[in-house]
């Protein structure tokens, strides 16, 4: 994977030493492929170290079938645990499930690995029986933690980890990934989305061509001051994900404010003309105000499925001359 080379040889040297630490927590910005490169070191491990095993002491899936990441993992001695769909959290039932997957004997690697991704998404509950797991590891059981924000996790189990700071990849690396990616970018989109995105490959994959479109037509319906029919159907859509929309507004935001402080360099769209005329209108503080309060409104809308054309309209009456 790209940009993991230097944390993989070291993590492989510390395992044939004999020095893995049971307990590793990545971390580091969302959709830079820390849960990926997370299984391709457990299988890499896992792969090379098959036993004799191997045709005995067969490992049942049918004792974790509220493990949804499962058919993923592609390894009998590999258990891996994320937020189930339409669930808020990951619930104490699922981390009690790697009691029952470690006590099993190995399938047919010496090792087992188990993946929580993200610990971020852990309830109280399942975050004190994870730190009960900490606290009691199993031989030959390595457990790895994805996180995207560590402070969200119990003091106590940051403290029983090794942590390794996964670093933002780079517009280089961004560019690789994406350019090897099977959705067949133009050089235009990738560079717009890893202004848009962040560098997230992820991100840039699953919903930067929806936010490029967004952004644009959120941008001329400013510039023409009057809403887009085609941003109006859009975000009426209901089966337009709204969180889409929620992104492109604090995006646009945020670049708003760098204009403000004459830190944006390269412009997208219309946005440098849009931005000089709300620069008549909105100083740095009432940008930074407004960012805290539509952040609040935009989360209140999804969490409630308020009238989304409302906002759009509430939101193009702030930004209207």
């Known amino acids: 994977m790209i940009g993991f080379d230097s944390i993989k040889s070291n993590l492989l040297n510390n395992y044939h030493q004999h020095k893995l630490h049971h307990a590793i927590l990545f971390h580091g910005k969302k959709g830079i492929g820390k849960a990926s490169f997370a299984r391709e070191f457990a299988l890499e491990i896992l ?9 005995k002491n067969q490992f049942s899936q049918e004792n974790f079938i509220g493990n949804t990441f499962l058919a993923k993992a592609n390894h009998p001695d590999l258990f891996l645990i994320e937020k189930q769909e339409n669930k808020r959290d990951i619930v104490v039932d699922q981390i009690r499930k790697i009691a029952d997957f470690s006590n099993q004997t190995s399938a047919i690697s010496k090792n087992k690995f188990i993946i929580i991704d993200a610990a971020d998404e852990l309830n109280r509950a399942a975050s004190n029986a994870l730190l009960k797991i900490l606290e009691e590891p ?29 670093a933002d990849l780079s517009n280089e690396d961004f560019t690789k990934i994406l350019q090897k990616s099977l959705f067949k970018f133009t050089a235009q989109e990738i560079k717009i989305m890893s202004i848009m995105c962040d560098n997230s490959p992820a991100k840039a994959i699953d919903v930067g061509r929806d936010m490029i479109e967004i952004y644009e037509l959120f941008l001329n319906s400013i510039k023409n001051n009057i809403i887009s029919e085609e941003l109006v159907k859009k975000i009426a859509d209901k089966n337009f994900n709204f969180e889409i929309f929620s992104e492109v507004v604090m995006f646009f935001l945020h670049r708003l404010s760098g204009y403000n402080g004459g830190q944006i360099e390269y412009f997208l769209f219309s946005e440098k003309e849009v931005f000089a005329m709300l620069n008549q209108k909105f100083d740095i503080e009432k940008i930074f105000n407004l960012s805290d309060e539509m952040a609040k409104e935009l989360a209140q809308m999804a969490f409630l499925n308020l009238d989304k054309k409302l906002l759009l309209v509430n939101l193009f009456n702030i930004f209207s001359l």
Not at 140 to 153: A, D, E
Not at 155 to 164: E, G, P, Q, W
């Open 47 to 55: 792969r090379a170290n098959t036993t004799s095993s191997q045709g």
């Open 138 to 166: 199993h031989p030959n059981n390595f457990l790895i933690l994805i996180s995207h924000n560590p402070s969200k996790l119990l003091a106590t189990v940051k403290s029983r980890c090794h942590l390794i700071k996964i």
